[in-house]
T-cell receptor, first 112, second 112 residues
Framework: TQLLEQSPQFLSIQEGENLTVYCNSS?????LQWYRQEPGEGPVLLVTVVTGGEVKKLKRLTFQFGDARKDSSLHITAAQPGDTGLYLC????????????FGIGTKLQVIP | DSGVTQTPKHLITATGQRVTLRCSPR?????VYWYQQSLDQGLQFLIQ???????AKGNILERFSAQQFPDLHSELNLSSLELGDSALYFCASSVEGMSTQYFGPGTRLTVL
C-alpha cells in the first residue's frame, strides 16, 4: 500500500487542454514536493510547498498544499508536449533527518 | 545536468550474482541517498548517508548494502541478485539532511 496515492496514474490529453493531478495521503507531512521525470533521467524538483493551504505558481503550473498538509494538487494550464513526463509527489516528515516518501507517479502524455 | 553522476548507466547480470553501483554527489553535498524505482512500486527510498555515516534506512533488503567514502562518493552493493531486483537505481545528493535532493541519471539493472 502506497503511503502517498497519486491519481490518475496515466493521463493522455491534447495540447492546449488543462489538467489536474492529485496526491493524497492519510499522513501529515511537514512539506510536500513535486518532481518531473523524463525517460532515462532522474526526477527533477519542480516545487516545495510547506504551509497548509499554500499555492505556488510556476509559469503554467499551479501547486496547492492542502490545509491539513495531507494532500496536494498540480494543475497545468494549456498543456504543451514538453510537459510530457512522469510527475511524482514526495512527502517529507521532519524529525532529525529527512524521511521522504514518493508516490507512484502520474504519467502524462500531451499529444500535439 | 544535476551534477550527480552514476555509473554504470546500464548493467545486465544473472541471478545470484553481485554488482556494485557507484555515485558521485554534487560538489559540496554531504548527503547521499539511494532509491530503487520499479514499475509497480514506484520510487522507493533505500538508504541515506551523511558525511560517511548512515543516517536513515528505508526499504533496503539485507542482501543490499551501501557505504559512503571519505571523498563522499557512495557505492550500493547488491548481492545474490534475483529477477525482482531488476529496476532503476537512483542516487541523489543534498547539502545536508533536510535540503533539496538532486538526482543522478540512474543505473538500469537487468537481472536475467
Amino acid at each position: 500500500t502506497q503511503l502517498l496515492e497519486q491519481s490518475p496514474q496515466f493521463l493522455s490529453i491534447q495540447e492546449g487542454e488543462n489538467l489536474t493531478v492529485y496526491c493524497n495521503s492519510s499522513s501529515v507531512f511537514s512539506s510536500l514536493q513535486w518532481y518531473r521525470q523524463e525517460p532515462g533521467e532522474g526526477p527533477v524538483l519542480l516545487v516545495t510547498v510547506v504551509t497548509g493551504g499554500e499555492v505556488k505558481k510556476l509559469k503554467r503550473l499551479t501547486f496547492q498544499f492542502g490545509d491539513a498538509r495531507k494532500d496536494s494538487s498540480l494543475h497545468i494550464t494549456a498543456a504543451q508536449p514538453g510537459d510530457t513526463g512522469l510527475y511524482l509527489c514526495a512527502g517529507l516528515k521532519s524529525g532529525g533527518y529527512q524521511k521522504v516518501t514518493f508516490g507512484i507517479g502520474t504519467k502524462l502524455q500531451v499529444i500535439p | 545536468d544535476s551534477g550527480v553522476t552514476q555509473t554504470p548507466k546500464h548493467l545486465i547480470t544473472a541471478t545470484g550474482q553481485r554488482v556494485t553501483l557507484r555515485c558521485s554527489p554534487r560538489s559540496g553535498d554531504l548527503s547521499v541517498y539511494w532509491y530503487q524505482q520499479s514499475l509497480d512500486q514506484g520510487l522507493q527510498f533505500l538508504i541515506q548517508y551523511y558525511n560517511g555515516e548512515e543516517r536513515a534506512k528505508g526499504n533496503i533488503l539485507e542482501r543490499f548494502s551501501a557505504q559512503q567514502f571519505p571523498d563522499l562518493h557512495s557505492e550500493l552493493n547488491l548481492s545474490s541478485l534475483e529477477l525482482g531486483d531488476s529496476a532503476l537505481y537512483f542516487c541523489a545528493s543534498s547539502v545536508e539532511g533536510m535540503s533539496t535532493q538532486y538526482f543522478g541519471p540512474g543505473t538500469r539493472l537487468t537481472v536475467l
